[in-house]
């Protein structure tokens, strides 16, 4: 599976952007999807998770009711969208893909990445 990230940008705060994560391979829809995100400095952090079909969906708390995790099994497509957005919230976004099917938060469950993209949230 390869993964494409886009939709990155600089946004004002209080703005909003949807990131996009195209994938290839007819197995897509049988994978979990997950985002995490690295801001300059610090170490990656889990952001929001989505099971293979879309039913159970998960975020971090710091992002809970802010950004939207969906996923489109037939364009092979997950997306997050961004509400609300803070400076805290400006970093390298990535989107990852998960065998088993099920949505968890842990970056070392997650079996391929895609590449990022950056997301700047000016105040």
């Known amino acids: 599976v390869q993964l494409q990230a886009s939709g990155g940008g600089l946004v004002q705060a209080g703005g909003s952007l949807r990131l996009s994560c195209a994938a290839s391979?007819?197995?897509?829809?049988?994978?979990?999807m997950g985002w995490f995100r690295q801001a300059p400095g610090k170490e990656r952090e889990f952001v929001s998770a989505?099971?293979?079909?879309?039913?159970?969906?998960y975020y971090a708390d710091s992002v809970k009711g802010r950004f939207t995790i969906s996923r489109d099994n037939a364009k092979n497509t997950v997306y997050l969208q961004m509400n609300s957005l803070k400076s805290e919230d400006t970093a390298v976004y990535y989107c990852?893909?998960?065998?088993?099917?099920?949505?968890?938060?842990?970056?070392?469950?997650?079996?391929?990445w895609g590449q990022g993209t950056l997301v700047t949230v000016s105040s």
């Open positions: 989505i099971n293979w079909i879309g039913g159970s969906t």
């Open positions: 990852a893909a998960q065998r088993s099917g099920v949505a968890v938060s842990t970056d070392y469950n997650y079996d391929y």
């Open positions: 391979g007819r197995t897509f829809s049988f994978y979990a």
